[in-house]
Each structure stands twice: as structure tokens, then as C-alpha cells.
């Protein structure tokens, strides 16, 4: 925050700089007034491994932003600003602030996340328009060619995705350094097949010289990193999410991507609000969803229920289902630290706040850890029903799932990550625009190579259909 | 800022001095306040293995360059240094990656010779091996690069004469379709002349290849076309200056020793004799101690910017881009001083005297996305009318279109009289260092170490360093554009050799992303046939090797863990 910016500066600007910057006044903000983020979160109090009654207290914040229904004082609005994720200007500004489609689009995060409860799924009313915020920015029709409509997707377990992808990635990277090495010592060229927990992800060949060939890589990003959120698999944590949907949905820009230090502007969207959110609020937003609770697996069932789930379940691996849908992945650590490893610039990194602006929030202090399964290895297994990969889900003549015209940061339009199945039975529709009703429906919509197995499935019987029905239905976020 | 806000604002006014950066920016006057990440550079080069300086009489108050390129297939930039009446000296590069700096001396009789005032790497014959090009108060030399960094006296089998000119300058090219670079050589003083040292500029020199395939490397240069006049250069560059796909040459003169002259630029088409742009043409007289020169696209239109080096204030010249694409006119006009480049006296100490500038390079060592520009700083021997203390200059670009100096802050500002210099990453972590070569003192050795922050040293921008191969012939791609696309943003760079001061580097190509975590790159290569889109992941090295569409990365070693 300059003072440099000050000198233009209007007296609303001032006024919203003396309230942010009183903020050791108790009694500066009151109930009554149009802001939700009442008081930053001071970030200096939450360092290193957050103690239990810490972590409580980041999460409560978290929840109340969550759940905030933002207003203009807090920033609501980017009347000179794109909802891309690399700071982007507007030409001039918008007709009108909200709009359903290239947004702003939503009061809340609950206002979409909701189903069953606050952190949840969304309905088709909720969907989203995705669109990259570079060329035509705005748009005004749900015309798949200027953006691609996608449903909202729970959260529940979404700390426990996170912590699987950076140690996927870790392994990957380790694997990767290794033939690298072996390379380099016997100056021949190397084929390693990459796997992790499990999962294949294609192969590398590594030449002598430490070139590194990725053509063959299997549903990943060229860079090894596992990129576990949005459908489509494209982004790596949920700092990042939660800064890209702040801009984008409500137009508030975290400091630490739209601040002065990579726009020379405090106030890059230009609405008069400057540092709209900063790294402690963003860090409480990030430690609540990361805390949410797994989905469960429904057992307070009637008998036939129960027995039907049992026979469905059986079906599913004998479909291959589970070939994508994997059960569960084994989780080496519950230590969530915030900042992550992965996240490049423009989200924030460890020690970019110096080592006191590290955290760790240990996830088996959340009562729900206990309810998490151990392999023989003393390894946590997250049920999440999914590989964290990349696959393709159409071809020509299954085409539902193929219905996206735009390609999203490099990864082709047919081409989506493998939908986690834990807590289905609580987040109808189904498919990643939303817009299928029933699990049938979405199962028949399985293309590409996930078309054998719906093959299969399309040739049982309806009973064996309904038992997988009656096992899927089982797995649901708990209210 | 006034009293009375900072009155108000008691906490605000605390975190902003808490920031170096934000302090330092403000207590300058001269341009606004710079609010993104500033470079820790620190001085290493004497345990990094590199003692070395630039020296000797009046020929050598010019000069002072040095060549960084890979010559062991490693892929780290290793250096050769101009030594004046010294030896010049080869420095293999040992670095261990984000480590500190380190090179090992590699002495030959080859490579350490005495009357060097500059070089520049080159692939003259199309193997697997960079060459050298070594300007020298006398008889230029080519050496041809071997495995290990060996190198062989080459004038005799690629039939060059050295000459026996005091050469300051050089370029190189490959026109259209030529197997082989074209190669230009600037010269100085005449020193024979009746009357010298003023007012007797010697000639430059053009020479194209001669495809020969009975020659020892397929390739002869031993007809040197004229360029006359010659005005004293000091920094020659081939750049396609109006995006016609052909190169001119541009040639900054140093205005202390011709009478006359003035800066040149020539047309060089192949099958006609040069020919100098004229007032007809467009082109208007301007006349300054021109030391340096570097290219950049500061505007992403496709039209090189250039900025010069001068004694008194630097110029960065853009072109009138209807005038230059309509009617190929080269109508310019000079900008820095709306761009707060000018860097006219110096930024620290309390000389009021004029700077004397002579490298000059464009890169972004913060990785914001946005040019910087490095002037290396020094007087030019004992001139009383310059300053003394002369500090190495580091305009950082700000997202307003402008430069603003920190090189005092970066950890720069030494008391040395800089001349050549490269700005190259030696210990590949992205991060880009600097090498300084300085008259009559030590080398100087900066090592990027992060950027500075209230919470100590912190991590910049995403950054792309991108390797372009071509299979047959000019191996290095010289000439190719390269597009690097973020978000609604393009940057431009163009594989070049020349320019600066003596000192050219060929490898990876450095592209700053500022936040972007990916750039979209197509690469328009020096026929002029463009790629596909290349899809990079930012932090990686990038190697592009042209035919085939897919890009590879490469990794540095990693260190051993202790």
C-alpha cells in the first residue's frame, strides 16, 4: 500500500484505508455496516503448526467468509478488470456488475457450494461459465463457442485431494529426478514409466544430456504437477482456487495476486476498494475448505438397501469402474501446509512471508480424521473414488460428456479429470455441465476410455443397474 | 505524499518504510514509485574462480568484452573474457544449479592471447561446437570450437584475415537462405592515418560466406566488402529493423574521433552493394559517443526499440512504425526520456558530472514480465568533464511503461569502470545473473540470490528459458522471432548476435511471466516459417528444436544433498 497511490486517491479510497488500517480498533467495524470482512485476519498470529484451538479459530474465520455475502465496500466488483486468472484489463467497463454468465455471478461461495450443505455441490441454477477472461471477456449468451458451463463441485475431502496430488506430484518429480540421474551416470537414454499410488500416468524418455521427452505422458501436465481441482483438472491447490473464484465470481482481488507488488496497483480493478483480500483472510478461506470432512459411506440403511449396495459394489469393480473411480489412495501425511510446494507466483509460496508466514494445519485434529481407514503401511486410504488423472470421456459415438467447444489451459476440450465419486448420492445432477439427472444417464455418458466399461454396464440387466445405483447412493456427504 | 496524509496515516507510513523498496523508490524524485520485486545480486567473482580485468594503454579504453556461451554441451553458459594487454582468459562454468557461481580457468595458447577487446560466439561451421569470434587491436581471430572446450585457430581454414585493425565491434547474420553467417567487423581509430587519432575512423568490414566445398569446413571468408565510411564504431547489430524479414545493419559511432559521422544504419541486400540509409531515405543525423547497443521490443509491436549508450544521457530510439512499414523509412525518435532512461549522471554520490555508458542489455531479472535494462558504467580513463564514480546502472521496467534505478539497491553500484557485459543465468535457477567486465579492476561477478522483501530474500516471478535447435544449418536459429503469449499479453524476443559492448552470449533465451503459470510460444523461425503453438509450463527449460512439435524440457543437475 503506497503513498505514492494516495496522492490520487479520492476520499472514499481514504476513508477504506483508515478503516483496514485501524484495525486494532475494536469497535471500528459494527454490525450495521455494509462490509462482511469485518477485520483482516492478521496472518503474523497463525505460524507454523497450528495448535487445535488456532486451527479452530482460522476456520471459524473461514466459514464466515465463506458463508459472507460480500458487498461493494468489501470490493465486490472488477469494473476495469477480467475474470482471468492472470491479472487482465478490462477495455472499459461492464454494462452491469453481475451477470450470469462472465460474472460476477454470485453474492457467497454457499451462494453455489450448498448441496447438501455450506461447502457443497450446486444445482444447473448454479453452473458457471468458464471462460479463460482474455478474448471476450464478456459475453452475454450461454453459447458453448464463448465459454464452457460447468456444474459446481463439492469440497468435502478437498484438503485430503490437495495433500494426495503434492505427494503424487512429489513422486512423480522424485521418479523423473531419478532416471534423470541414471541418464546423466551412464550417458544412455532412459524410459521410466511414471506411477503413483498406484496410478499410471504414461512414461518419459530422458536423454543423457538431462533432456526430458514428455509425448508420452498419460493425463497429466507436462510438468509433473497433479493438478487435482476443477473438472478439468487444471488447478493445483485451493489457494489458487480461492483466488481465481474471488476475482471471479465476486471480483475481489487477493493482494497476493492483484496487489501493487505484480500490477503496480493496489487497486487493479479500479472500483475504489485497494488490497481487496489479503493472505490471512485468503489462508482462512483455504484452511476451511481444506478442514471440511470426507465424504462418508451411508450405513444407516434399510436391509434391502444395504444388500443391493453390496451387490452394486461388486458390480463396480467388475465393470473396471475402479480402474479410474479408484476406492480410495493411499495418504502418507495429514499435514496441510499453507502455502503449498506447488503454487507459483501470483499464489502465495512457502517462505515468501519468511518462514513465520508458513503454516501447517496437521488434519488429524479434525474429528473426522479418525474415521479414515490405514493400509498395512500406516498409510491414511481417502476413499475419494478417483485417480486424480486426466482421461478422455467422449469419443465419436458417445459424445455427451464431449460437449465443451473450448480447450482450458492446454488441456483438450474432451479431456476431464476423473470425477471423485465420494459423495454422489448427495450431489445430484451429475456430469460436469450438470445437466444430467440420474446416475443411469451419466454412466451412459461415458465415452472415450471409460467406454468399455459402459458398455458393459449398458448390457446389464436393470436390477444390476439399480444395485449399482443403490452402491453409489451410498456414498454421500454427511449433513 | 504529503505531511498531512502521512500525519494521518501513522500505520500506513510504518509498513511503507518498513519496505526498502518502496522507501528507495520514493525518496527519488525523478519517477514514480517502483512497486515490484527488486534483485539481491551479490558479488562473487573471486570465489567464484574468476580473477580476471580488462587493461592496458589508450587502445584499450575501449573494448572490454566478453563471450558467454556453452562450450561443453552442458548447457550452463561458460565465458571468455577480453583481457586488453592481458590474456584473455576461458572460465568453464561448474555451477552447481541455484548454487553459487563457479568456474575453473581453462588455459590454451588458443585462448589465451594478449590485445583482445571483445567477443562473441558464434556457430561458424554448422557442427555441434560454438566458435569464437575474437576482436583484437590487430588480427582478429576465429577459433572453432571443439568437444571440452577446446579450441583451434581457424583464420587460415575458414581463409579469414584478420586484419590488422583496432576492431571494437561485431555482428553476425544468416541472410535468407545462407548455409553461413554473414559477418561484419567494426573497427575504430586508424591509427596509421596521417592526423590520428581524430577525424580518422577506419572502414568497416562486411563478409559473406563463400560456400566452398573443397574448404576445411565447407565455408571460406575472404572477400571483405568495404563499409565506408567508417565513423569509429563501437557496437554494430543486424536487426530487422521495419519487420521486412531482412536485416540492416545498425552501427553506433563514437562521436569523440570522427568529424562528420553520425550513427549509420545500412542496407545490406543481398545481391547489391551496401548502401548507407540517407536523409532521403528517412533516416536523420544523430551524432553521440555511441558505445553500445541493445535491441528490445518494448512495446510488443513487432518494431525493435534500441537503446544506445552514450556519454551524457543513453537514447532508446523507436521507430515511426507507418513510416518504417509503408515506406521503409527509418524515422525514429528518441524516448527515453519519457521512459526515464535516460540515466544521464549517476544515481548515487554526489557527482553532478555526466555518466559515460557503455554495455547496454535488455532482459528481465525480476521476472515480472517487463524489460530491464542494464548499463554498464564507467569513465572512460581520467575525463575530468565525467564522472568519476560511475555506478553500472539496473532501470527496472514498472508497469507504467517506465524505468526506474535500482541498481544501488540490486547490490550493483560498485566503483568500477564497467565496459562489456552479459546478464545470463549461471547457475540455472531462473534467475538471471550478471557478469561485468570492468577496466583495469576485477571482473565482476553478480549472483542473483532473490528479491527482497521485508521478510527477507523471497522468490520473483515465473520465468520460461527457452532453447531453440535447428537441425543443418545455423544451428542457434539466429534470426528467429519467438512470440511468448500470457493472458492477452505478448512478448517478443529475436535470437540476435551482436550489439552491446564486445560482448555477445548465445543460449537459452530468457522470458519473464509475472504471474502467469504457462505462456502459449510460436517461434517464427529466420526463413520466416512459423510453428505451432508450444504449450509451456513456466519455471522450466524449454528446448524447441525446429520440426518437431512437441517441446521438451531440460533439467539442470540437481545438487548434492548434503
Not at chain 1, 493472505?279 to 443391493?308: C, F, H, M, R, Y
Not at chain 2, 548502401?275 to 525493435?304: C, H, K
Not at chain 2, 520466416?528 to 533439467?555: C, K, M, P, Q, T
Request: glycine share 10%; hydrophobic share 35%; proline share 4%.
Amino acid at each position: 500500500m503506497t503513498l505514492y497511490f494516495l496522492k490520487g486517491a479520492n476520499i472514499k479510497r481514504i476513508t477504506w484505508l483508515l478503516l483496514i488500517t485501524a484495525t486494532a480498533s475494536a469497535d471500528s467495524y459494527q454490525p450495521w455496516h455494509d462490509r462482511t470482512l469485518a477485520e483482516p485476519t492478521d496472518a503474523s498470529l497463525f505460524s507454523g503448526e497450528l495448535t487445535k484451538e488456532q486451527l479452530d479459530n482460522l476456520i471459524s474465520k473461514g466459514e464466515q467468509l465463506f458463508n459472507a455475502v460480500f458487498t461493494t465496500d468489501d470490493g465486490v466488483g472488477r469494473p476495469m478488470a477480467t475474470q482471468a486468472i492472470i491479472p487482465t484489463k478490462r477495455k472499459r467497463a461492464p454494462k452491469n456488475t453481475f451477470s450470469r454468465t462472465a460474472g460476477l455471478d454470485a453474492n457467497a461461495c454457499a451462494s453455489c457450494h450448498n448441496l447438501p450443505t455450506i461447502g457443497g455441490a450446486g444445482d444447473f441454477v448454479a453452473n458457471v461459465f468458464v471462460s479463460e477472461g482474455f478474448q471476450l471477456a464478456d459475453f452475454d449468451s450461454t453459447d458453448p463457442q464463448f465459454s464452457n458451463e460447468r456444474n459446481t463441485n463439492h469440497l468435502f475431502g478437498a484438503g485430503l485431494v490437495e495433500l494426495l496430488a503434492r505427494e503424487m506430484s512429489a513422486d512423480l518429480a522424485r521418479q523423473r529426478e531419478q532416471a534423470l540421474a541414471q541418464a546423466r551416470s551412464t550417458k544412455e537414454p532412459v524410459n521410466i514409466k511414471l506411477n503413483s499410488k498406484g496410478v499410471n500416468f504414461g512414461q518419459l524418455t530422458i536423454s543423457a544430456d538431462g533432456v526430458v521427452d514428455t509425448r508420452k505422458l498419460d493425463g497429466i501436465d507436462t510438468d509433473l504437477i497433479v493438478r487435482p481441482f476443477s473438472q478439468k483438472g487444471v488447478i493445483t491447490s485451493l489457494r489458487q482456487f480461492t483466488i481465481n473464484a474471488l476475482n471471479h465470481h465476486h471480483g475481489i482481488q487477493a493482494t497476493e495476486r492483484f496487489g501493487e507488488r505484480w500490477t503496480g496497483s493496489n487497486d487493479f480493478d479500479e472500483d475504489s476498494v485497494v488490497d481487496e483480500i489479503q493472505t490471512g483472510d485468503v489462508s482462512a478461506l483455504v484452511l476451511w475448505q481444506a478442514s471440511l470432512a470426507p465424504p462418508t459411506v451411508k450405513s444407516d440403511l434399510p436391509e434391502n438397501w444395504i444388500a443391493a449396495a453390496e451387490r452394486g459394489s461388486k458390480q463396480f469393480d467388475d465393470l473396471n469402474c475402479n480402474s479410474c473411480h479408484k476406492r480410495s489412495l493411499p495418504l502418507d501425511s495429514l499435514v496441510f501446509h499453507d502455502p503449498g510446494p506447488l503454487d507459483a507466483a501470483g499464489t502465495l509460496r512457502t517462505n515468501e512471508l519468511g518462514e513465520n508466514g508458513n503454516t501447517a494445519y496437521n488434519l488429524a485434529l479434525m474429528q473426522w480424521a479418525d474415521t479414515l481407514e490405514k493400509d498395512e503401511q500406516g498409510r491414511w486410504l481417502v476413499p475419494l473414488f478417483g485417480d486424480l488423472k486426466r482421461h478422455v470421456i467422449a469419443d465419436t459415438q458417445v459424445d455427451t460428456l464431449g460437449n465443451e467447444l473450448l480447450s482450458q489451459r492446454f488441456v483438450e476440450r474432451n479431456v476431464f479429470m476423473t470425477s471423485e465419486l465420494w459423495g454422489i448420492g448427495s450431489t445430484a445432477p451429475y456430469g460436469h455441465r450438470g445437466n444430467l439427472t440420474t446416475l443411469n444417464e451419466v454412466i451412459e455418458a461415458h465415452g472415450g476410455s471409460a467406454r468399455a466399461s459402459r458398455d458393459k454396464w449398458l448390457k446389464l440387466n436393470d436390477e444390476t443397474k439399480s444395485d449399482i445405483n443403490a452402491f453409489l447412493k451410498t456414498l454421500v456427504i454427511e449433513q | 505524499m504529503t505531511f498531512t496524509v502521512r500525519g494521518l496515516l501513522t500505520g500506513l507510513t510504518i509498513v511503507c518504510c518498513l519496505s526498502p523498496i518502496t522507501a528507495s523508490a520514493e525518496t527519488n524524485g525523478d519517477h514514480a514509485a517502483f512497486l515490484g520485486d527488486v534483485p539481491k545480486y551479490q558479488e562473487e567473482a573471486l570465489q567464484a574462480g574468476i580473477n580476471h580485468a580488462y587493461a592496458g594503454p589508450w587502445e584499450y579504453f575501449v573494448g572490454g568484452g566478453l563471450a558467454t556461451f556453452d562450450c561443453n554441451a552442458d548447457r550452463l553458459p561458460d565465458v571468455f573474457i577480453a583481457g586488453g594487454v592481458n590474456e584473455s582468459a576461458l572460465y568453464v562454468n561448474q555451477s552447481s544449479t541455484g548454487g553459487a557461481l563457479k568456474f575453473e580457468r581453462q588455459n590454451s595458447p588458443v585462448t589465451n592471447i594478449t590485445r583482445v577487446t571483445g567477443a562473441y560466439p558464434i556457430n561458424l561451421d554448422n557442427d555441434q561446437w560454438t566458435d569464437l569470434v575474437v576482436l583484437r587491436v590487430g588480427e582478429n581471430r576465429l577459433l572453432r570450437g571443439g568437444p571440452d572446450c577446446r579450441f583451434s585457430n581457424a583464420n587460415v581454414s575458414f581463409g579469414f584475415d584478420g586484419g590488422g585493425a583496432w576492431t571494437t565491434a561485431f555482428s553476425a547474420n544468416f541472410n535468407e537462405n545462407d548455409s553461413h553467417p554473414t559477418l561484419a567487423f567494426g573497427n575504430y581509430v586508424d591509427r596509421t592515418a596521417p592526423g590520428s587519432p581524430w577525424g580518422t575512423c577506419d572502414d568497416n568490414i562486411l563478409l559473406r560466406p563463400q560456400v566452398d566445398e573443397s574448404a576445411s569446413h565447407g565455408v571460406r571468408y575472404h572477400d571483405p566488402i568495404t563499409l565506408s565510411p567508417g565513423h569509429c564504431a563501437l557496437s554494430m547489430l543486424f536487426t530487422d529493423w521495419n519487420k521486412s524479414g531482412r536485416d540492416a545493419l545498425r552501427i553506433t559511432n563514437d562521436r569523440h574521433y570522427h568529424r562528420g559521422g553520425e550513427e549509420q544504419l545500412w542496407d545490406l541486400y543481398s545481391g547489391r552493394y551496401p548502401r548507407l540509409y540517407t536523409r532521403a531515405d528517412g533516416w536523420q543525423s544523430l551524432v553521440i559517443w555511441g558505445m553500445g547497443i541493445a535491441e528490445g521490443d518494448l512495446n510488443a509491436d513487432g518494431f525493435p526499440e534500441y537503446v544506445l549508450t552514450s556519454m551524457g544521457d543513453t537514447k532508446i530510439q523507436t521507430v515511426d512504425v507507418v513510416q518504417a512499414s509503408e515506406e521503409q523509412r527509418p524515422v525514429y525518435e528518441d524516448i527515453a526520456y519519457q521512459l526515464g532512461a535516460t540515466a544521464h549522471r549517476p544515481y548515487s554520490g554526489d557527482d553532478l558530472k555526466p555518466s559515460t555508458g557503455w554495455h547496454a542489455e535488455l532482459a528481465d531479472v525480476n521476472n515480472d514480465g517487463l524489460l530491464d535494462l542494464f548499463i554498464a558504467k564507467g569513465n572512460v580513463e581520467q575525463m575530468s568533464d565525467f564522472a568519476r564514480y560511475d555506478p553500472d546502472n539496473l532501470l527496472l521496467g514498472n508497469h507504467d511503461g517506465r524505468f526506474v534505478e535500482h541498481g544501488e539497491t540490486a547490490g550493483i553500484a560498485l566503483n568500477r569502470r564497467g565496459r562489456g557485459a552479459s546478464i545470463s543465468d549461471f547457475n540455472a535457477d531462473g534467475l538471471l545473473d550478471l557478469i561485468v567486465v570492468n577496466r583495469e579492476e576485477p571482473v565482476s561477478l553478480f549472483r542473483h540470490t532473490g528479491f527482497y522483501s521485508e521478510h527477507g530474500t523471497r522468490l520473483g516471478g515465473n520465468w520460461l528459458a527457452i532453447e531453440l535447435n535447428q537441425p543443418k544449418t545455423n544451428r542457434h536459429a539466429l534470426g528467429a522471432r519467438l512470440a511468448i503469449k500470457t493472458g492477452n499479453k505478448t512478448q517478443v524476443r529475436e535470437v540476435q548476435l551482436g550489439g552491446g559492448h564486445a560482448s555477445g552470449q548465445l543460449g537459452f533465451i530468457h522470458v519473464g511471466l509475472g504471474v502467469a503459470e504457462r505462456a502459449t510460444v510460436r517461434i517464427q523461425w529466420p526463413d520466416g516459417e512459423w510453428s505451432a503453438a508450444y504449450r509451456l509450463f513456466a519455471n522450466h527449460f524449454a528446448v524447441i528444436s525446429r520440426g518437431d512439435e512437441h517441446v521438451s524440457y531440460w533439467y539442470p543437475e540437481k545438487p548434492q544433498e548434503n
